[in-house]
């Protein structure tokens, strides 16, 4: 009976341990990591603005149409992940239908304006893919 008491207790400490420092390691992993993102975007952010004054706009619309690229790539990544159908309501977001709408939105946005870096034609090809998913053509 002892035995039985002390492996169903070694259990739940167990299971315990484990949701919270999951909780606390991927939800709270996941604000820092964005962020731990947004002061370099701020660096970029002030250098683009300095070329906005200066009447030049190519490096920012460089940068803007990457972050579109990028933005379908991850996006999707995010959409097709079995974890985020489960984590999103954990943590208190949810990512359907909003980012779902986000995705076409994008999509459509690359469709009409195909991207003029000259980039992987790889990286090239799964953004096609991805507009093809989310803003077929007709």
Same mark, same amino acid.
């Given at each position: 009976?002892?035995? *039985?008491?002390?492996? $169903?207790?070694?259990?739940?400490?167990?299971?315990? $341990?484990?949701? *919270?420092?999951?909780? !606390?390691? &991927?939800?709270?992993?996941?604000? *820092?990591?964005?962020?731990?993102?947004?002061?370099?975007?701020? *660096? #970029?952010?002030?250098? /683009? #603005?300095?070329?906005?004054?200066? +009447?030049? $706009? %190519?490096?920012?619309?460089?940068?803007? @149409?990457a972050d579109v690229d990028a933005g379908? &790539?991850?996006?999707?990544?995010?959409?097709?992940?079995?974890?985020?159908?489960?984590?999103?309501?954990?943590? +208190? !977001? @949810?990512?359907?239908?909003?980012?779902?709408?986000?995705?076409? %939105?994008?999509?459509?946005?690359?469709?009409? !304006?195909?991207?003029?870096?000259?980039?992987?034609?790889?990286?090239?090809? $799964?953004?096609?893919?991805?507009?093809? %998913?989310?803003?077929?053509? /007709?």
């Amino acid at each position: 009976m002892r035995r *039985v008491a002390v492996l $169903t207790l070694w259990i739940a400490s167990c299971v315990g $341990t484990a949701a *919270v420092g999951y909780w !606390f390691g &991927v939800g709270y992993g996941l604000q *820092v990591g964005i962020a731990a993102d947004m002061l370099p975007r701020a *660096v #970029l952010a002030t250098e /683009h #603005l300095k070329e906005l004054r200066s +009447g030049s $706009t %190519r490096a920012y619309t460089a940068n803007l @149409e990457a972050d579109v690229d990028a933005g379908l &790539v991850w996006g999707d990544k995010v959409l097709r992940s079995p974890v985020a159908s489960i984590a999103g309501p954990l943590w +208190g !977001f @949810e990512l359907k239908p909003a980012y779902e709408q986000y995705a076409m %939105r994008v999509a459509r946005y690359r469709r009409e !304006f195909p991207s003029q870096s000259p980039g992987d034609p790889a990286a090239q090809a $799964t953004v096609s893919e991805i507009i093809e %998913r989310y803003a077929p053509s /007709h």
